[in-house]
């Protein structure tokens, strides 16, 4: 199987050593739109053509393409895909509104090609622990969840071109950082059917045009109530932390921390006890962003496996576009609570 890559950036790294370890693929080809930088990035790495026209690219006889682009990108690279009759593998967030998502869908349903979107937190053990409680009975029906997001993020961070803004990630905390854990949220609790939030800007300010700091409610379609509390403004950053309660009272969580490192940190369901584990704040872990990506290599990888089964098997990937929408749908309506200062039926 010959995979291209759209965008040249850290995470597209971790996407040429992912593809590398399946038996079969090769990575052909990479483009991006600023000069120069593909072919830096493909003598880099030995990726044997390289392009800042993604058509070209496409018309190279690829069988799938990775789009690692910003946000905002996202959809040209899936359209793209779609015109070209190619697989394609896309960074969250699946688009940076709801209109961009759904044409991308519906491209890609048109065109017949597999359609995956990464959200690789799901490849946690911790996660897929909780899933598979949920999946066997366990935990039985859901009452209630949360969401806690204490990060850091710093005016270095922000320094990176197009990090922070509106044009560029479509907002700040919710939709950049905290959608991987909405994504885990929804998978365990359902549909979202109410959402009332509030966003702000109070530390990045003279940073960034985006929120630092949020806060929401979400009841779902069962009536299972929800709640998230974000902000990048924490110092040091202290993870983030998942949890979902059922009726009976039983209640199962996990923790990231250092970010990238998923571990379960509340385990009451009947079986066998689960590991719990946790880290002392300041006791060391590294918290900078290159260990970010390498602590969630492992599982970026396990997904990016995922999707080359996905199109050999001829079956959906693990995480769909259809699938990837319904994180978007509740930060899009936290996002147009804020705005409007109403709660936000969907």
């Known amino acids: 199987m010959r995979v291209g890559i759209l965008g040249c950036g850290r995470i597209a790294r971790n996407h040429v050593a992912a593809l590398r370890a399946v038996d079969g693929v090769e990575v052909a080809a990479v483009a991006d739109t600023v000069p120069g930088r593909a072919h830096a990035f493909a003598d880099a790495h030995g990726i044997p053509y390289a392009s800042e026209d993604v058509d070209l690219l496409l018309e190279s006889g690829l069988d799938a393409v990775t789009v690692c682009t910003p946000h905002a990108a996202h959809e040209a690279g899936v359209l793209a895909a779609a015109r070209h009759g190619v697989h394609v593998l896309c960074e969250k ?34 996660a897929q622990r909780i899933r598979a409680a949920l999946d066997d009975g366990r935990l039985g029906t859901l009452t209630a969840g949360g969401i806690v997001a204490r990060l850091n993020r710093d005016a ?40 009332t939030g509030h966003c702000a800007t109070l530390v990045h300010g003279g940073v960034i045009d985006v929120e630092d700091t949020a806060g929401a409610l979400i009841e779902f379609a069962s009536g299972a109530i929800a709640t998230v509390q974000a902000a990048t403004t924490f110092r040091p950053g202290l993870g983030i932390q998942v949890w979902v309660s059922d009726a009976d009272g039983h209640t199962a969580g996990l923790t990231e921390y250092p970010e990238g490192v998923g571990f379960t940190d509340v385990w009451t369901v009947p079986g066998p006890p689960e590991p719990v584990h946790a880290y002392e704040p300041g006791s060391g872990p590294d918290l900078t962003l290159p260990a970010i990506h390498d602590h969630l290599a492992p599982y970026h990888a396990r997904q990016i496996a995922d999707f080359v089964a996905a199109v050999r098997e001829d079956r959906e990937p693990a995480v769909t576009g259809r699938d990837a929408v319904h994180a978007l749908e509740i930060v899009e309506a936290v996002y147009a609570s804020s705005r409007t200062g109403t709660t936000v039926v969907l």
């Open 156 to 195: 270095a961070y922000y320094a990176e071109p197009g990090r922070g803004t509106r044009a560029a990630e479509g907002g700040g905390v919710l939709i950049t950082q905290v959608i991987h854990h909405i994504d885990l949220l929804q998978w365990y609790l359902g549909r979202a059917r109410r959402v």
């Open 93 to 126: 967030p699946i688009a940076v509104d709801l209109a961009q998502a759904h044409r991308m869908i519906a491209a890609a349903g048109d065109a017949g090609i597999r359609f995956g979107v990464v959200f690789q937190r799901r490849f946690w053990p911790a």
